[in-house]
């Protein structure tokens, strides 16, 4: 059984930092392209950032500079930097696992809200 699983999240006020984790069982972990995607309320999922399995990583151009996504294969965790937050990013944010398309998971997504 697949299971990716986001901790992390939370309140933190603009200029703040916090750091997404998500920790993947039942994967061949470093075989797989990771992401952080987020929903805000009313918006379609984008994508966040990602990195593959030879650590090449993409950010949207919102969050460069800001963010910075890696991954520890020894213990099957992809992470978030997310630096000097603002309030548009608030949103859930999702950690997905992607194998040449077709093997594709979700976690159950945590809240990351940047308000004073």
């Known amino acids: 059984q697949v299971q990716l699983v986001e901790s992390g999240g939370g309140l933190v006020q603009p200029g703040g930092s916090l750091r997404l984790s998500c920790e993947a069982s039942?994967?061949?972990?470093?075989?797989?392209?990771m992401g952080w995607y987020r929903q805000a309320p009313g918006k379609q999922r984008e994508l966040v950032a990602a990195i593959t399995s030879g650590r090449s990583t993409n950010y949207a151009d919102s969050v460069k500079g800001r963010f910075t996504i890696s991954r520890d294969n020894a213990k099957n965790t992809v992470y978030l930097q997310m630096n000097s937050l603002k309030p548009e990013d608030t949103a859930v944010y999702y950690c997905?696992?992607?194998?040449?398309?077709?093997?594709?998971?979700w976690g159950q997504g945590t809240q990351v809200t940047v308000s004073s």
């Open positions: 039942g994967i061949l972990f470093s075989i797989y392209t």
């Open positions: 997905n696992g992607n194998r040449e398309v077709r093997w594709d998971y």
